[in-house]
T-cell receptor, first 112, second 109 residues
């Protein structure tokens, strides 16, 4: 079983559209994250949720809205997509503080 | 911002030990050192972490200096599949992993 799974793996869409990326973890972790990796390969944290509560929001445009229906899921909804949103988005989860994080395989978003 | 400094890239011969250094001179007493790697196009993978003692697991060893200002990740017998970007991370408050540029390790046959 995949520990952290993201869907879709690839997403190509036009500017101005709204899209969602789903993430699910079956590890029983309390904390989930979204990271963005741009074309320069830097991984930057976007959001962190703990038990469905937002605890980190790294000055991400409000077009990005994470939603956590339960602690096993953290979805990322993006409104009015822009060219600069093209990147690979990684979901991750971790347990108690100082335990390792597990990452999904990423969603490659291309905005045309 | 990342609190670590790593070389941009390193080469290692297959079968040899790969020693990846990391400087974290501003580490605080309750911060751990974590190592992750990212193999091309995949999600980052946890390798090992430590506080002040040396650590070993099935993947690697982590050597932390006594003053905790630097550490070395050791892959004892590097294989071609170990070619990846290796990230040394000091864990900040609240489980926030901050990735720097990492070290590109190229294992060559």
């Amino acid at each position: 079983d995949t520990a952290v799974s993201q869907t879709p793996k690839y997403l190509v869409t036009q500017m101005g559209n709204d899209k969602s990326i789903k993430c699910e973890q079956n590890l029983g972790h309390d904390t989930m994250y979204w990271y963005k990796q741009d074309s320069k390969k830097f991984l930057k944290i976007m959001f962190s949720y703990n038990n469905k509560e937002l605890i980190i929001n790294e000055t991400v445009p409000n077009r990005f809205s994470p939603k956590s229906p339960d602690k096993a899921h953290l979805n990322l909804h993006i409104n009015s997509l822009e060219l600069g949103d093209s990147a690979v988005y990684f979901c991750a989860s971790s347990g108690l503080r100082y335990t390792e994080a597990f990452f999904g395989q990423g969603t490659r978003l291309t905005v045309v | 911002d990342a609190k670590t400094t790593q070389p941009t890239s390193m080469d290692c011969a297959e079968g040899r030990a790969a020693n990846l250094p990391c400087n974290h001179s501003t580490i605080s007493g309750n911060e751990y050192v974590y190592w992750y790697r990212q193999i091309h196009s995949q999600g980052p993978q946890y390798i090992i972490h430590g506080l002040k003692n040396n650590e070993t697991n099935e993947m690697a060893s982590l050597i932390i200096t006594e003053d905790r200002k630097s550490s070395t990740l050791i892959l004892p017998h590097a294989t071609l599949r170990d070619t990846a970007v290796y990230y040394c991370i000091v864990m900040e408050y609240g489980n926030k992993l901050v990735f720097g540029a990492g070290t590109i390790l190229r294992v060559k046959s």
